[in-house]
């Protein structure tokens, strides 16, 4: 590159070949470069915390990896009003949904395992006989990996059919990447974080619904949670889909119930003063 071409004008020429810097002081600065701490990158930090754990397919048999997060090395920070988890350097619940790269059943770790024949049936005819991904080998999950192998796993929920829990949970999951991802992108694009949020919203709703629906039906442990905690999470969906009133009567309900420990009731008072701060918002926009 001609790095003086605009000296022309000035009555210079024949700079061309013109170095800036001698040999001995280019050497210097290079190894000045190399001695700099290289910092590293989110998703460089993110790779730290995952491992590729082995799987066998329910399905097809097949052997295969799936990226999974090292527990007891990541640091835990607190949880959203909603228990999303938070991790130091990390975003767990993209690495929640384990599946399969050749059939296409996917789930979530805690239900991936045994199926009837039935189900393994219906799910080869209905998602693998559809299913086709070009091999990746990515180092960690994008928030675009993710959503996709949490549809995925919605999918093939659906097809299975899962309880109304299990689509719900990972209605929520996916809800989560969403949250995730616009909190990720926030910065530089808060369009794009927008419609992220806008995405969130929906699978909120989706989620909120099956976990009404699984409560009338289904017997605790529900999703891994006792009544308590399950209730707990029901009110805060209940509070992020505009659905007050239940939110308000489970919240009054959590906090005279005798098996609710105090960490619950910490969480359910936070969750009490933000249903009081949306409830009066509302009010004032009529
Ligand atoms: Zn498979």
Known sequence: MDLFS????LGFSGLDNLEIYTEEEKKSSSSVVQEEVHIKTPDELEEDYIYDKSYTCPV?????????????????????IDL???????????YDVVACPRCGYAALTRSFGPMTSMQIRKI???????????PVNLKTYSYEE?????????????VKPASDSEKGYICLKIAWLYRGWAEYVQEEDSEG???????????????????????????FPICG??????DYMLAALAYETDAFEVSAKLIGEILVHPKANSRIKDKTRELKNL???AVIQKREKK
């Open 6 to 9: 605009e000296l022309e004008n």
């Open 193 to 219: 974080a927008e419609f992220y949020r806008e995405k969130e919203a929906v699978f909120l709703k989706k989620a909120y619904e099956g976990m009404v629906s699984a409560r009338k039906k289904e017997s």
């Open 84 to 94: 999303r988890p938070l991790y130091q350097h990390i975003d767990s619940v993209k």
């Open 275 to 277: 249903l009081k701060q």
């Open 60 to 80: 097809c048999d097949h052997d295969f990896k799936s990226k999974t997060m090292k527990s007891n090395k990541a640091k835990f920070l607190n949880t959203d």
């Open 124 to 134: 080869k005819e209905e998602v693998s006989s559809h299913y086709y991904k070009n």
């Open 146 to 158: 993710a959503i996709e192998r949490g549809k995925l796993a919605l999918l093939t929920a659906v």
């Open 225 to 230: 949670m006792d009544e308590v905690t399950f």
